[in-house]
C-alpha cells in the first residue's frame, strides 16, 4: 500500500517513546450506543510526528503555507504498524499529493462546484470591499467636515453679534426715545435676520453638495447588503453540496454523509481536516489505528503556532469524531482526572451547574497538557453533551459555581446575559493581610500586556472599564471578603484585591499577584451565581459552600 510508511522510515529511538502514557485522547460517542470512545495522542505518534516536522522543514513549499497536518499508528491485518499521514484542505493548490492521504470520497465530486463558488464568493467580496471604498464615501466625510466647521464659526459669529445686539438694546432702551428708539430696534431685528438668513444660505448650500452623496453612499449600502446576502445564500448552497456529497466510513463498516450529523451546525470544509480524513482512510482500508497525532506547521495564525500539537478541532472533526471511532475497539481507560465526575448543582434539558473544585481549568487549554477541565469532564461524564458550551469561566485556582448551557441556542442566550451585565455574582475570598476599608467599591481599568501574559494590569489609557464592590465579613490578619463584580474581566478580582490602588492585599495564595504564602489553593470561591432561566424567564439561583 503506497500509502503506508514503515514506522522505520521516521528513524524514532523507540526506547524513548516505549511505555510514556498518552497525554490527549480524541474523544467521541457512538450515534448508536451512546459508548464514549477514545483514540489517544502517544509518545510514538508525537515523536513520528515531529521528524514529519523536520521533513517539512526542509521544504520551503510546506513551510511557506500554515496548515494542520496528521500522522497516524495504524495496524495492518497481518499485525504490522505503520504510518499514514495527512495535511487539512488543500496543499499547494491541490487536495490529492503523493504520499499523502487522500480527501474523504465525495470531494472531488464538488471541487468543481467548491472552485466556482469560491470563484464567486471573491468577485462578490471584491464588489463588497470596492463599495465600502466608493470616492463618495471619502468626499463626504470631507465635505461633511468642511461644513461643520463652517457652520460652528458661523454660529460664533452670529453669537458674539446677537450678544452685541442685546447690549445695543440695553443701552438704546436707556438712551433713545420714540421714533429713534423704534428705528435703532428695527435695524437690530433686520441684522437678526440676516443672521439667520445667511445660516439657511449655508445649510441649503451644504445641502446641495452632500445630498447627492448621501444617496450614493445609501445606494451603495443597500447593494452591500444584497451582496452580502447573496454570498451567505452561495456558501450555504455550497455546503449543503459538499456535506451530501462526503461520505464517511466507521471502523463498524457503517457508511454516511456527512450531512446526517448536524448539517445545519457543521461549518464548509467539514472532513477536510486532517483526523477525519486519516480515519476514514483507516476504516475503509481495515487498519486498526493505534494512535493519532495533529500538529501546525507553517506561519502562526491565531492560536495556531507551528510545531504544536492540537487536539479534535470543536467546529468540524468533535461533531463527527463519535462517528469516526465507531467499531474501533477500545483499549483500557485512559489515567488521569478526566474520568472523576463533579458535583452538579443543577441541572435540566437546557442548563447544567457544577461545584468547579479548585486546580481544574473551566474549558480545555490549548496545549495537550490543558486538556482536562469541567468542559471535557461533562462531555466524558455525559452521553448527549456534543452542544455543551460555558458562557462565562472561573480562574483555574477558583471554585464554586459554574453554569454551562446544553444548546446552541440557551449559549447565546446566556452569553447575552453575562455580557448585558443581568448576571449577578458573589465571591468570597480570604485575603493574605490585613486591609483599611471594610467596605466600598474598586474602580480599575484592567489591561492584559501581551508581553506579559497571563497577568493583568490597572491600566489608565488602555485598560477595560472594570468595576468591584466588596465587604469586609471577618477583619482580622487574613480577612475574609465578599466580592460582588459588576464586570467580568479575567482576574478581575485578583488585581483589584492585590493593586495598591485597589484592596493592597493579594488574595491568599496568590503568587501570581504577590501574595508571599505558597498555600494549598487560591483562596477564592464562587459563591453565588443569580440570572434568569433563558427558557423559563423564572430566576434561578445557584449556590455552593465555601470550602476555606
Known amino acids: 500500500m503506497d500509502l503506508l510508511h514503515a514506522i522505520d522510515d521516521f528513524d524514532m529511538d523507540n526506547a524513548l517513546v516505549a511505555g510514556a502514557a498518552p497525554d490527549y485522547w480524541y474523544t467521541g460517542r457512538c450515534p448508536r450506543t451512546r459508548e464514549l470512545l477514545r483514540l489517544p495522542r502517544t509518545a510514538q505518534a508525537k515523536a513520528i510526528a515531529q521528524r514529519l516536522m523536520q521533513s517539512l522543514a526542509t521544504q520551503s513549499s510546506y513551510s511557506a503555507e500554515g496548515k494542520m497536518y496528521g500522522v497516524l499508528v495504524v495496524e495492518t491485518l497481518s499485525g504490522k504498524l505503520g504510518v499514514l499521514q495527512a495535511f487539512s484542505g488543500l496543499l499547494q493548490g491541490k487536495s490529492i499529493q503523493a504520499g499523502w492521504v487522500p480527501p474523504i470520497p465525495g470531494r472531488l465530486q464538488v471541487a468543481f462546484l467548491e472552485k466556482q463558488t469560491l470563484d464567486q464568493l471573491n468577485a462578490l467580496k471584491q464588489q463588497i470591499v470596492d463599495l465600502k471604498q466608493l470616492p463618495e464615501r471619502t468626499t463626504f466625510a470631507t465635505l461633511s467636515q ?84 447573496q454570498r451567505k445564500s452561495l456558501s450555504r448552497q455550497l455546503q449543503a453540496h459538499m456535506h451530501a456529497a462526503y461520505s464517511l466510513t466507521n471502523f463498524a463498516g457503517e457508511t454516511a454523509c456527512i450531512e446526517t450529523f448536524r448539517a445545519a451546525g457543521l ?171 471594610e467596605q466600598g467599591t474598586i474602580d480599575l481599568p484592567l489591561w492584559r500586556d501581551p508581553c506579559d501574559r497571563p497577568k493583568q494590569s490597572v491600566n489608565f489609557q488602555r485598560g477595560k472599564p472594570s468595576l468591584t464592590t466588596f465587604q469586609i465579613l471577618e477583619p482580622s490578619e487574613t480577612p475574609r471578603v465578599c466580592f460582588r463584580p459588576q464586570t467580568g474581566r479575567t482576574h478581575q478580582l485578583r488585581v483589584h484585591a492585590a493593586d495598591p490602588n485597589g484592596l493592597n492585599a493579594p488574595i491568599l495564595g496568590d503568587t501570581l499577584y504577590g501574595a508571599k504564602d505558597q498555600t494549598c489553593r487560591l483562596h477564592l470561591h464562587a459563591k453565588s451565581l443569580e440570572l434568569t432561566h433563558p427558557l423559563t424567564q423564572q430566576s434561578l439561583k445557584l449556590v455552593s459552600k465555601v470550602p476555606f
Not at 458674539?160 to 438712551?175: L, M, N
Not at 497525532?293 to 495564525?301: H, K, M, Q, V
Request: hydrophobic share 35%; proline share 5%.
Open 146 to 229: 468642511q461644513y461643520a466647521e463652517q457652520l460652528q464659526a458661523l454660529s460664533e459669529k452670529h453669537h458674539q453679534r446677537k450678544q452685541s445686539r442685546d447690549r445695543q438694546r440695553e443701552y438704546g432702551a436707556k438712551t433713545l426715545q420714540g421714533d429713534a428708539l423704534e428705528k435703532g430696534l428695527k435695524n437690530l431685528v433686520r441684522q437678526s435676520q440676516e443672521d439667520g438668513i445667511e445660516r439657511k444660505r449655508l445649510k441649503r448650500e451644504r445641502d446641495q453638495a452632500l445630498n447627492p452623496l448621501k444617496e450614493a453612499i445609501a445606494l451603495a449600502d443597500q447593494r452591500i447588503t444584497q451582496l452580502k446576502q
Open 267 to 437: 461549518p464548509t470544509g467539514t472532513g477536510d481536516c486532517a483526523a477525519p480524513k486519516l480515519l476514514h482512510y483507516a476504516a475503509a482500508h481495515h487498519l486498526k489505528p493505534v494512535a493519532l497525532a495533529e500538529f501546525w506547521w507553517g506561519p502562526s495564525r491565531g492560536d495556531k503556532q507551528p510545531g504544536q500539537f492540537y487536539g479534535a478541532c470543536v467546529e468540524r472533526c468533535q461533531p463527527i469524531m463519535g462517528f469516526l471511532l465507531s467499531g474501533l475497539p477500545q483499549a483500557s481507560t485512559p489515567p488521569g482526572r478526566s474520568d472523576i465526575t463533579l458535583p452538579i448543582l443543577y441541572e435540566d434539558d437546557e442548563l447544567i451547574a457544577v461545584d468547579k473544585p479548585t486546580g481544574l481549568l473551566s474549558v480545555p487549554g490549548r496545549t495537550s497538557d490543558l486538556q482536562d477541565s469541567v468542559l471535557s469532564r461533562l462531555r466524558c461524564q455525559f452521553a448527549q453533551a456534543d452542544d455543551l458550551a460555558a458562557p462565562h469561566r472561573l480562574d483555574k485556582g477558583t471554585s464554586g459555581v459554574l453554569i454551562l448551557a446544553k444548546t446552541r441556542e440557551i449559549h447565546r442566550l446566556l452569553n447575552q446575559q453575562f455580557a448585558q451585565r443581568q448576571v449577578s455574582k458573589v465571591y468570597e475570598a480570604i485575603l493574605s493581610h490585613r486591609v483599611e476599608s
